[in-house]
């Protein structure tokens, strides 16, 4: 079993949608969680952290944890085209010293 | 742009080679993330260094190797290429290594090899 999975998409939406991108991961244990950003042909950016159960909320993006399912959300309101990129959670692991990424869920957000 | 850059953009190389990734971290980080990332298996942690020492180990083969300098650039070496090598490789810096989340990541390199 994967640490963590990902559904890959594709995932398209029209501009002004709710997106919710979803990741489940295998150990109980992990407790610091992250979402990245890609675009095409460029490195992953942070979008948010967090390291509880609950929601965390920066702008048009809440990140949610729950912890008993082992279940992590990003949800955006609002999406834009410029939001259509690759989104990829991802969870520390290795004792602290790693992060393990998701595979990846592509998004396209079409006017 | 995160700070964060890496040399060569691109690079095409045959089956057997042996190349260098060169990166060089924002200014005043001391910690380097090497990444490997491909179709099938995603974006996988390689290899940690922090103020010239390895930190942590990912999922590196034997074939490739890395190090950091005095001056906190790093090179990660790939030796004996596979077609499954073929990949982009991703630098990333923080500034001490202590929190993950921290971690900027390069443009990185598209490594081909035919």
């Known amino acids: 079993q994967k640490e963590v999975e990902q559904d890959p998409g594709p995932l398209s939406v029209p501009e002004g949608a709710i997106v919710s991108l979803n990741c489940t991961y295998s150990?109980?244990?992990?407790?610091?969680f992250m979402w990245y950003r890609q675009y095409s042909r460029k490195g992953p950016e942070l979008l948010m952290y967090t390291y509880s159960s609950g929601n965390k909320e920066d702008g048009r993006f809440t990140a949610q944890v729950d912890k008993s399912s082992k279940y992590i959300s990003l949800f955006i309101r609002d999406s834009q085209p410029s939001d259509s990129a690759t989104y990829l959670c991802?969870?520390?692991?290795?004792?602290?010293?790693?992060?393990?990424f998701g595979t990846g869920t592509q998004l396209k957000v079409e006017l | 742009d995160s700070g964060v850059t890496q040399t060569p953009k691109h690079l095409i190389t045959a089956t057997g080679q042996r190349v260098t990734l060169r990166c060089s971290p924002r200014s005043g980080d001391l910690s380097v993330y090497w990444y490997q990332q491909s179709l099938d298996q995603g974006l996988q942690f390689l290899i940690q260094?922090?103020?010239?020492?390895?930190?942590a180990k990912g999922n590196i083969l034997e074939r490739f190797s890395a190090q950091q300098f005095p001056d906190l650039h790093s090179e990660l070496n790939l030796s004996s290429l596979e077609l499954g090598d073929s990949a982009l490789y991703f630098c990333?810096?923080?500034?001490?290594?202590?929190?993950?989340?921290?971690?900027?990541f390069g443009p990185g390199t598209r490594l081909t090899v035919t």
């Open positions: 990333a810096s923080s500034p001490t290594g202590t929190y993950l989340y921290e971690q900027y």
């Open positions: 991802a969870i520390v692991t290795g004792g602290g010293n790693k992060l393990t």
């Open positions: 260094y922090y103020n010239g020492e390895e930190r």
């Open positions: 150990n109980s244990a992990f407790q610091y």
